[in-house]
């Protein structure tokens, strides 16, 4: 059995373009797992092996891979920076003990490192801070730990100074052991010297010692006062301090260098060994109650001898098929074991486990707590499905994904590849849980709905290519919803009478606006049994089945709060089918009387604009109906924030380009639905009603 101790799970995260894959592939390089570099702009990455991600010299899915430094085994995940794929970077998050977040020298803290650093803040999980890109122009070491304690609002623990910035950026002074080391010009990562600090730079590393050793004593009370009394701490126990508060999350070891140039990756590696957790280190993952969800009290304690626990994290399909990427919690799985999926319920035998490296495999006989692994041809496990022990059923916590906000129709150019489609679109659901696939009863269209325009982009992209479907694609649809704005108070009956029994259901309701984000909520008071209690179910379910299409155009209602306060029944015609047709005649009747009003999705939009080119897209923002809420100034530029409609928002990245010459950036995440103006909604319903119309 391997020494827990000795296991590092970790992720590599940041914004788009920080430099993440670059990093993972020295370190890759490093640790003698690759022999030969592959550079991001060549498409020549090991982990961003789909030709999509070749291509745009992004990474879309995360990939895993495993290496050894110093003794030690990483099991590594280079994540997406592309806030379309934050899943990715979200699920990857949930199976780590610790991350690495890398930030750009002259970028800084930018839109996507604050939506991933708060991912990782809500998962609880430790990280080093990699401060990359020091070569470039406009980069600033001091600028970005600024930020990073502005607007991250974390707190930077700084282990390395910068020697030299932009061109003449050479190395990087250890702050701890007072020493610089120095790169020579070859590039290569092995070539470098230990040497003293430049004289220049010697009260700085100075002054950055003590304030390191003040942060770290804090998280011990016997050597603080030591220390206080002037005795300085030994290097172990600055460096156990250090761990310690890594793990609680009271301040992030941050480093410095150049990935692309090999400078700086060598401590950044060393201080993963130091100072981030072993899995044995990590609060245990809770159990849950199946049925409710709730947690039951119990963990999974990370240890060999407990019984199996394993959380299936990805779904990939590849060439040799399926495989189900899983990260084992608790004790050990060999080939040929039976494990339970205690969703389904159902059992599934083991039958090949391979080590993975990026799309490389190594077969395994076995695998334990700590582990992360993939198994071969899983039938019917999904993200977030536990697989466990038969004998020691459990659920682990599950995982939860943001709902999509765009859609677009698509439908194949040749009869033939209808079927064709179908499979295809199977597996990539299976694969990423914020693309969901329906298709419209009225229509017959297929509809892709993913959470952004290059989302869905990729995904059209991946069937032409990977599954050799050619599609016809539609307009990009806005996730539009219905609410009401004010209280009705109203009665309805239903009966009908047609030879033996009859029907009848007289209900007397409140419908009025619930709080946002409230959904559906039924409740009922009646007292003295007007409407006897086995009819409240019916009545609750009739109502809610007409939630999912509204009276202005069919969208789902958002929001709306029903008391039924009275009513009356018939001894014999009464049935439960009569009070949920009487529920939902009510709802068709007393909606449009509620002040029915169409909500638009509002996106948080943050837009990076040159300096010279402020005015014009701030222009352009307000003639998209946006709302500016913020405006900050960078060394390189300003950083706009705003609320947007997404309907205002379809191709906004060419517009963007015009305007600032190619130079501007966004990025934009769902926010909350906010009421459409008149005119937009009188647009939108009469274009639903064509569509009806015309079908």
């Known amino acids: 059995m391997a020494d827990l101790s000795k296991y590092r799970n970790i992720g590599i995260f940041a914004h788009v373009d920080a430099g993440k894959t670059t990093t993972t592939e020295r370190i890759l390089k490093l640790t003698g797992k690759i022999h030969k570099t592959g550079e991001v702009h060549d498409g020549a990455a090991t982990t961003d092996f789909m030709e999509q991600e070749a291509e745009r010299g992004i990474t879309i899915q995360s990939a895993a891979t495993t290496c050894f430094w110093k003794d030690h085994r990483m099991n590594i995940i280079d994540t997406p920076g592309h806030v379309d794929f934050t899943v990715e970077v979200y699920r990857s998050l949930k199976v780590l003990d610790g991350g690495v977040g890398v930030f750009c020298g002259s970028g800084g803290v930018e839109p996507q490192s604050e939506t991933n650093w708060r991912y990782a803040n809500e998962s609880e999980v430790a990280r080093l801070i990699f401060v990359n890109k020091l070569d470039r122009l406009g980069a600033d070491f001091y600028r970005v730990v600024d930020q990073v304690e502005n607007v991250l609002g974390a707190n930077p623990l700084v ?8 061109d003449d950026f050479v190395g990087v002074v250890d702050v701890l052991s007072q020493k610089a080391y120095v790169w020579d010009d070859t590039g290569l990562p092995e070539n470098y010297e230990v040497v003293d600090i430049p004289a220049d730079m010697v009260d700085d590393a100075q002054a950055y010692r003590e304030q390191l050793i003040e942060t770290a004593v804090e998280q011990d009370d016997e050597l603080m006062m ?15 301090c250090i761990r310690k508060g890594t793990r609680e999350l009271a301040f992030f070891p941050t480093y410095c260098g150049s990935a692309f140039k090999n400078k700086g990756v060598q401590l950044v590696l060393d201080a993963v060994v130091d100072y981030l957790p072993s899995p044995t280190e990590v609060d245990a993952q809770p159990l849950t109650d199946k049925d409710t969800g709730e947690a039951t009290g119990e963990v999974a304690t990370v240890a060999v001898e407990e019984p199996f626990r394993a959380l299936a994290f990805k779904i990939m399909d590849d060439r040799f098929g399926a495989l189900t990427f899983v990260r084992i919690y608790s004790g050990t799985v060999k080939k040929g074991d039976t494990i339970l999926n205690s969703f389904t319920g159902k059992t599934e035998r083991v039958g090949r486990m391979v080590e993975m490296h990026a799309d490389d495999r190594t077969e395994l006989d076995s695998a334990q ?5 993939a198994i071969v041809g899983m039938k019917n496990v999904q993200t977030g499905h536990t697989l466990c022990d038969p004998k020691h059923e459990c659920t682990l916590e599950p995982m939860i994904f943001p709902e999509p906000v765009i859609s677009i129709s698509v439908a194949p150019k040749d009869k033939g590849s209808t079927e064709k489609m179908g499979i295809a679109i199977g597996k990539m659901v299976a694969e990423d849980p914020s693309f969901v696939v329906e298709t419209d009863e009225d229509s017959g269209e297929t509809i892709l709905k993913g959470m952004g325009e290059l989302h869905l982009d990729i995904k059209v992209d991946i069937l032409k290519r990977t599954y050799g479907v050619d599609l016809e694609v539609g307009q990009p649809q806005v996730a539009y919803r219905e609410t009401i704005t004010r209280e009705v108070e109203d009665s309805y009956t239903h009966k009908k009478q047609s030879g ?7 209900i007397d309701y409140r419908i009025k606006p619930g709080e946002p984000g409230s959904g559906f909520v039924f409740k009922s008071t009646v007292v003295g049994g007007n409407v006897p209690k086995e009819f409240f179910p019916a009545i609750e379910k009739g109502f809610a089945s007409m939630m999912e299409n509204g009276v202005l155009a069919g969208f789902p209602v958002l929001d709306v709060d029903i008391e039924l306060y009275d009513g009356g029944f018939h001894a014999v015609d009464s049935s439960a089918i009569a009070f949920e047709i009487a529920a939902k005649g009510a709802f068709r009747q007393s909606i449009p ?5 169409l909500l638009e999705p509002i996106m948080k939009v943050d837009v990076f604009t040159p300096d010279d080119h402020v005015g014009d897209v701030i222009g352009d923002l307000n003639r998209r109906r946006g709302m500016i809420k913020d405006q900050e100034a960078g060394t390189t530029g300003v950083r706009i924030k705003g609320d947007v409609p997404l309907s205002e928002m379809f ?5 963007l380009r015009t305007m600032t010459s190619g130079r501007g950036q966004f990025s934009m995440e769902f926010s909350h639905y906010m009421p459409c103006p008149q005119n937009v909604a009188d647009e939108v319903i009469a274009a639903e009603k064509e569509k009806k119309a015309a079908k």
Do not use: C, N, V
């Open 226 to 240: 030591a220390y206080m009394e002037g005795e300085e701490p030994s290097l172990e126990d600055i460096k156990r």
């Open 593 to 597: 009387k509620a002040g029915a009003q």
């Open 159 to 166: 282990m390395t100074l910068p020697i030299g910035t932009e």
């Open 369 to 373: 707590a700590g582990d992360i692994i």
């Open 500 to 506: 033996g029994s009859g029907q009848f259901g007289k």
């Open 651 to 655: 191709g906004y990245i060419g517009s």
